[in-house]
């Protein structure tokens, strides 16, 4: 049985080409991206190439990191059926350390005034007066002096470095013990995985909300939704949840993961199916509350995203292809085991995802001066090579099955 | 038959077979009831009438009696509504979504949950039909062709998405528990001897024969309706809490409602699981199918729940401060320091603090600790819906109408006249009714119970 991932000359080079297309496309962008008509050069800031490193950097990032909270969430529920693709999801969450980076790079570059995607990172916003102390300060902005104890450099900065280090302190750990477990076997080292993954939820289960509002809420200062961390997180789930599958499929046709059987997949397939819907959810509770009350200070959130820069039809085709298309052509048995189907249907969420999290940070940051061009899909591209790229590399290191988990037994019997 | 890993734990203990299943399940029905039975059915009948009393009261003088003034104009009513549509949910939960995941646990607790599901419903319909004031009247809420006049429905309003969420899922709940059923009312049947036994329990299932045939369609059912009824755990409360959310009140207008009051329902519903349990498995004699493992599952479910509910309250707390709106910051405020900040501590205390002790295995493994903590838990989601209504509604926008709420006898009275109910149809519904699915049972009993799980683990070695 081979169960040694072997990463081929050809695949790897195509990573390497998504990858040359997107730093192409970066650099091509920082030379091209210029102030739109009517907008000074002094304020234009490059913004819509440093929001399309955005909205990659998070996408990405997101898939690695729910990669992880799925993994923790295996063990927490003491679930057998997945330890069959276990390597699998495990090697997705090995984006997660790089992700990361680039999120904080990109951070860090709006705290060195770079861009300005964060306009609340402005230290002149919160002075009431000029240097004088008379003067009041044009640019003063009382909301967000409300925020200052939030938005407060050092206190931005130790939430951020928190997330990014403990996330990746628990990804790492559990992919040490994951190895571990299969040189030692027994039940100790599972046992003790379960703790860590618990505590791994309760911090994630904060920090994934608070990091929502601090990297992309954030985006629109003066807006606020409590739902808004758990919208963030289904959407980052299920955009977890495709990558997985797409993975397992592909080394399914490569000859690959033959314990793996149609119940396995048809259980992703169910996981995919439940996290469209969750998000749905997400998604429409938000909108439908806000939209009902029309209350200004929430309403101009999707006024921007509907009415005024020309969002309004991404907006609802992003609402049909997340929503719409897995409900239709998951619905049935058969459509969650047949491969031709699951990758139709991942493919077209994997992209809706994507315009989900473009549709959270270009109206707020671009705003009217929105495109989907070439700037836009080569940088994808190469987010998506650089992912590929770390995923396969991460696959081929280690056995694609694990040999020696409590549940192997009862993962490979896994039929019904 | 399924392989199961040796690591997990028996779910049936002892050395049961098939039949000494139904024996354990099928006595407490032709056996005597013991006088603790009848103690405790005779209690909550007293409870059940004196609310009938109070009752009748209130729709004989108007709703006047109550507690609720111009300011305070939602009180106990809708706090006891929300509350017990909230236990509901566990049921729902249990037998939909844990039969989705496949949670083998949920076979010896399932029935009862589910037939939790539906007295709880019946309480929470009381207290809708009743608030309306002329509750003989209450037939214009659903959209009936109208011959008194234009007037129809007011299809924007949630108060009328509650009308059709709530009936739907009584209706599926119903059907779902009753479906359940069949087969055990069958089995029942099949061993009375008193030829009412017979008649009753033959009417009752339907004329269930037990072949493949019929296995086969009552499979199928099942999954239909667990597919029906899985989207009806999120809908119902999720409508429930745009009862508050689509109006413009601060403190109530907040997104996060939806799915946090999902998750706060869940959270009581399992609470109240708990408690009847506990009770049903010691008079019963139970405590080879309703096992530890069981009790700390579901003590896990409620850390999980209680933690959702503790990041939500924290979120609330978190944006009404960061939104900047005066408004929210003064909503909240006043819930924790105002005139009411005793619920408020108590809502904290009994959701979100106290079920942390659940993180110690002792604790969680623990009977009496669970029984105790499983009624702070419903005391604590109690006060949740009363900090949500009656401290947000006696300071509103308009200074003039401040008011305090007070409670008449009739309000507690009502009250505590549905928790007479609800336990006089489970206690009549544990004796007559069997409280453990055991056909469901059967099918796990090779893969879980403790006898073949340690001779797999011998022959394995």
Redesign the interface.
């Given at each position: 049985m081979n169960n040694n991932y072997t990463f081929t000359n050809k695949t790897r080079n195509i990573t390497f080409g998504l990858m040359a297309i997107g730093l192409v496309t970066i650099i091509a962008g920082f030379l091209t991206d210029h102030a739109p008509e009517g907008v000074s050069h002094e304020e234009y800031h490059q913004t819509r190439i440093w929001a399309n490193l955005l909205v990659n950097g998070w996408f990405f990032m997101g898939i690695g990191l729910l990669a992880t909270f799925f993994m923790a969430l295996q063990y927490v529920a003491?679930v057998?059926w997945s330890v069959a693709v276990k390597r699998v999801y495990e090697a997705v969450s090995s984006y997660l350390p790089i992700g990361a980076v680039v999120m904080v790079l990109i951070l860090v570059a709006g705290q060195l005034h770079l861009h300005h995607l964060y306009h609340w990172m402005d230290a002149d916003l919160y002075k009431e007066f000029l240097e004088d102390g008379v003067t009041p300060n044009p640019k003063f902005d009382e909301?967000l002096k409300?925020?200052e104890g939030?938005f407060v450099p050092w206190f931005f900065w130790l939430r951020t470095s928190i997330y990014v280090v403990i996330w990746c302190w628990f990804q790492k750990g559990f992919i040490k013990n994951s190895i571990e477990q299969d040189l030692q076997g027994g039940?100790k080292i599972?046992y003790k995985t379960m703790g860590k993954a618990a505590s791994f939820l309760?911090f994630f289960?904060?920090t994934s909300?608070t990091a929502a509002?601090d990297w992309m809420m954030s985006l629109d200062p003066?807006w606020?939704?409590?739902?808004?961390?758990?919208y963030a997180f289904s959407g980052m789930w299920i955009s977890a949840m495709i990558t997985i599958i797409l993975f397992v499929i592909y080394l399914k046709r490569k000859g690959y993961l033959p314990q793996v059987n149609d119940s396995h997949i048809h259980d992703l397939g169910?996981w995919v199916f439940a996290v469209s819907?969750l998000w749905s959810?997400?998604w429409f509770?938000?909108f439908m509350?806000?939209w009902?009350?029309n209350?200004p200070?929430e309403i101009i959130y999707f006024q921007d995203r509907l009415h005024n820069f020309g969002y309004m039809g991404l907006m609802w085709t992003v609402f049909a292809m997340n929503f719409v298309f897995p409900m239709i052509l998951l619905m049935s048995r058969d459509a969650k085991r047949n491969y031709v189907f699951l990758v139709i249907v991942g493919c077209i969420i994997f992209i809706g995802h994507w315009l989900d999290v473009y549709m959270m940070v270009m109206p707020a940051t671009v705003q009217g001066n929105h495109h989907l061009g070439w700037m836009e899909l080569g940088t994808a591209l190469g987010f998506l090579g650089l992912m590929l790229f770390i995923v396969h590399r991460a696959l081929s290191k280690r056995s694609l099955m694990v040999e020696k988990h409590?549940?192997l037994?009862?993962s490979i019997?896994h039929?019904? | 038959m399924q392989h199961e890993s040796e690591i997990r734990e028996p779910l049936i203990l002892g050395n049961k077979s098939y039949h000494q299943i139904t024996e354990d399940i099928v006595k407490p029905i032709e056996g005597k009831a013991n006088k603790y039975w009848y103690i405790l059915l005779t209690v909550s009948i007293i409870c059940f009438m004196w609310g009938i009393g109070c009752l009748s009261y209130t729709i004989g003088t108007g709703i006047g009696v109550w507690g609720s003034n111009n300011g305070v104009d939602w009180a106990w009513d809708i706090t006891n509504f929300v509350w017990w549509i909230g236990i509901g949910h566990a049921g729902t939960l249990i037998s939909a979504v844990l039969l989705l995941f496949r949670q083998k646990w949920r076979m010896a607790i399932n029935r009862s949950a589910e037939a939790m599901t539906i007295f709880a419903v019946m309480c929470a319909a009381i207290f809708v039909l009743l608030h309306t004031g002329r509750p003989w009247l209450d037939y214009w809420l659903f959209p009936l062709p109208n011959t008194f006049g234009s007037l129809w429905v007011n299809f924007n309003s949630p108060l009328l998405w509650d009308v059709f969420a709530v009936s739907t899922y009584f209706s599926i709940s119903l059907v779902f528990w009753y479906t359940g059923l069949v087969p055990d009312f069958a089995m029942i049947r099949d061993r009375a001897i008193k030829p009412w036994a017979k008649k009753f329990y033959g009417i009752l299932s339907f004329g269930w024969g037990g072949s493949a045939r019929h296995w086969s369609r009552f499979e199928e059912v099942s999954l239909v309706l667990a597919g029906l009824s899985t989207p009806l755990v999120f809908s119902v409360h999720s409508i429930v809490s745009m009862d508050f959310a689509t109006s413009v009140v601060p403190g109530w207008h907040t997104t996060i409602f939806p799915p946090y009051f999902v998750a706060g329902a869940v959270f009581s519903g399992f609470a109240m699981v708990l408690t009847l349990l506990l009770i049903v498995r010691k008079i019963y004699n139970l405590e080879n199918y309703i096992t530890i493992k069981h009790i700390e599952y579901m003590n896990i479910v409620i850390i999980v729940t209680g933690s959702i509910v503790g990041v939500a309250y924290l979120t609330e707390l978190f944006i009404s401060w960061y939104s900047g709106v005066e408004y929210e910051q003064y909503a909240f405020l006043n819930r924790a320091t105002g005139p009411y900040w005793w619920a408020y501590a108590a809502m904290m205390t009994c959701n979100v603090i106290s079920p942390q002790l659940f993180w110690f295995k002792k604790l969680r493994t623990n009977l009496m600790f669970t029984f105790v903590m499983s009624i702070i838990v419903n005391i604590g989601m109690w006060f949740e819906r009363f900090v949500i209504i009656v401290p947000t509604l006696c300071r509103t926008f308009l200074p003039a109408t401040w008011t305090m709420y007070h409670p008449t006898f009739v309000d507690i009275g009502i009250f505590t006249g549905t928790i007479g109910m609800f336990f006089t149809f489970f206690l009549l519904f544990s004796r007559y009714f069997p409280v453990i699915a055991q056909a469901e049972l059967k099918s796990i009993l090779k893969s879980s119970g403790q006898e073949f799980k340690t001779k797999a683990a011998a022959n394995h070695h």
């Open positions: 003491e057998a909301v409300g925020k939030y039940t599972h309760v289960a904060v909300s509002w003066h606020f939704s409590t739902m808004y961390g758990w169910k819907f959810y997400l509770c938000q509350l806000i009902y009350t209350i200070e409590p549940y037994d009862e019997h039929h019904y | -």
